[in-house]
């Protein structure tokens, strides 16, 4: 098992930034690839980036490539969403997710948080 648990979530204006936290406990974090998704009202969970093992390689969803950095520290068990030049369709729930295949961009992950919300203001 792996538990999940996101922060950095909250209310910002477009065109600011936030950075988003999943911290990780239980099973080996390093034997997972981690991956960040959104999810806005009424609409399925979106694939955002996602990072491999040893986070050597990542991997971004276009809409986001260029503005946000994922990148993790297997010491402190945590992997980190860097978003930049925040845009008001990016208001959602972000949640991190864990899976032992890099890179998967659809939302069939093996552990999930419980997400943060993050609100941009226009």
């Known amino acids: 098992q792996v538990q999940l648990v996101e922060s950095g979530g909250g209310l910002v204006q477009a065109g600011g930034s936030l950075r988003l936290s999943c911290a990780a406990s239980g099973r080996t974090f390093s034997s997972f690839a981690m991956g960040w998704f959104r999810q806005a009202p009424g609409q399925e969970r979106e694939f955002v980036a996602t990072?491999?093992?040893?986070?050597?390689?990542?991997y971004y969803a276009d809409s986001v490539k260029g503005r946000f950095t994922i990148s993790r520290d297997n010491a402190k068990n945590t992997v980190y969403l860097q978003m930049n030049s925040l845009k008001p369709e990016g208001t959602a729930v972000y949640y991190c997710g864990a899976h032992t295949t890099f890179p998967v961009t659809a939302p069939e992950y093996d552990y999930w948080g419980q997400g943060t919300q993050v609100t941009v203001s226009s």
């Open positions: 990072i491999n093992w040893g986070g050597s390689r990542t």
